[in-house]
Structure formats: C-alpha cells, structure tokens
C-alpha cells in the first residue's frame, strides 16, 4: 500500500497569516498520463470531509483562492495565505492513484 | 446540486452484517466515468477508503477487507450499498459514502457501533 506521511500534526496559526502541511507518499503519483493522483481534504469540526485540491494543484469548485497545491512525484504541500477562522479543522492529504486509496493521518490546524 | 445521504442500522452486534445504503441525487451512476466509493473513519481517527463502484459495475475492493465488503448499485432508484460481513467492534466508525470524482461531494456519514 502507498503510505502517505503527514507533517506537521497540529499547527498553530495567526488568523491573517499563512500556513504550510507538508505530505509525502511513499510512491510517486504521477501517473504515465502526467497527472499526479494527490488530493487535499479539510474535515471542519462535526462534519463530512470536503475536497480542496484535487490532482495535486487544481482548486475544487467553490474553494476560495487562498488554498493552493503543489508538489513533485512523492512530496506535496498545501497551502493556506491569509489563515481565517472558517480554516480551522483537520487536513488529510490522500492518494487516489492505485489500489487501495489511502489518505495521510491528517493535520490539525488551529488558530492561536 | 450533488447530495449525498448515508442510511444503516445505527447498532448491530459482533459476527452479524453490516448493510448501507448510500441515496444519492443530482447524478447518475449510469453516466460515464461516474462512482460511488465508501469511506469510513473511527471517531477521532483517520480515513480508511473500502470500495468504488462504477457506472459500468466495475467494483474495487480494499484488499484489507475484500473478502467481507460487497458493493453494488441501483442505478434505477439512485443508490449504491456496501455490506460488511462478519462485523467486529473494529468496525464501529461513521461511514460516508463520496462521488469517486476525487471525492468531490460526500454524504453527512452515518455512525455505525458495534457492540455486544
């Protein structure tokens, strides 16, 4: 299985400042098509996860510009400019590359 | 408008079977390049992907549990369902179902204990 690792596992932010999660797999994602099979989610409190970035570097529907993704074949980063308090939550990294899917531990992100 | 709605049993007892039911609206799974995939997650865990199904019936299966999952689908009514056999208390988690473009829309989840 593709292992997908993390870091940090909680991070502190100024509201107004930006942060960085970092995600590195154990394989690399890029597919032969080019596209590198790496996705972002943020789990706010209570709720179902929502898709942030998806194949790597593409904004999902409805995500302010303040996210963005990038990376290389096995290390990727989120991230977040100008930190708002609706940010708060837990981020996953995840590889929908092969079989099985799996996704990072997550990385919980708070306001200071 | 893509939604989601996961249904179960709410509680069910060790060795017995785990039915869900995912309704979903807004898409089909006859559609071209369309799925439904199941997630689960234990409370204050992380996420464990289980199976997809395709608009063309293909299925994948986590190979951690592939001899207990089944999925399939109900095109006509617009749901797809997963059974897990032979459950045990490590299976207790709420569970989502997602569209399996990216897990672009996911459903409220539905929390699922298992308990003697």
């Known amino acids: 299985d593709i292992v997908m690792t993390q870091a940090p596992l909680s991070v502190s932010v100024t509201p107004g400042e930006s942060a960085s999660i970092s995600c590195r797999s154990s394989?690399?994602?890029?597919?032969?098509?080019?596209?590198?099979?790496v996705y972002w989610y943020l789990q706010k409190p209570g709720k179902s996860p929502q898709l942030l970035i998806y194949?790597?570097?593409n904004l999902a529907s409805g995500v302010p510009d303040r996210f963005s993704g990038s990376g290389s074949e096995t290390d990727f980063t989120l991230k977040i400019s100008r930190v708002e308090a609706e940010d708060v939550g837990i981020y996953y990294c995840?590889?929908?590359?092969?079989?099985?899917?799996?996704f990072g531990a997550g990385t919980k992100l708070e306001l200071k | 408008q893509v939604t989601l709605k996961e249904s179960g049993p709410g509680i069910l007892q060790p060795s017995q079977t785990l039915s869900l039911t995912c309704t979903f609206s807004g898409f089909s799974l006859s559609t071209y390049g369309m799925g439904v995939g199941w997630i689960r997650q234990p409370s204050g865990k992380g996420l464990e992907w289980l199976a997809n199904i395709w608009w063309d019936d293909d299925k994948y299966y986590n190979p951690s549990l592939k001899n207990r999952l089944t999925i399939s689908k109900d095109t006509s009514n617009n749901q797809a369902f997963l059974k897990i056999t032979n459950v045990d208390t490590a299976d207790t988690a709420t569970y989502y179902c997602?569209?399996?473009?990216?897990?672009?829309?996911w459903g409220q989840g539905v929390m699922v204990t298992v308990s003697s």
């Open positions: 194949r790597m570097s």
């Open positions: 394989k690399s994602l890029l597919h032969s098509n080019g596209i590198t099979y």
């Open positions: 995840g590889q929908l590359l092969e079989n099985p899917y799996t």
């Open positions: 997602a569209t399996t473009t990216g897990f672009d829309y």
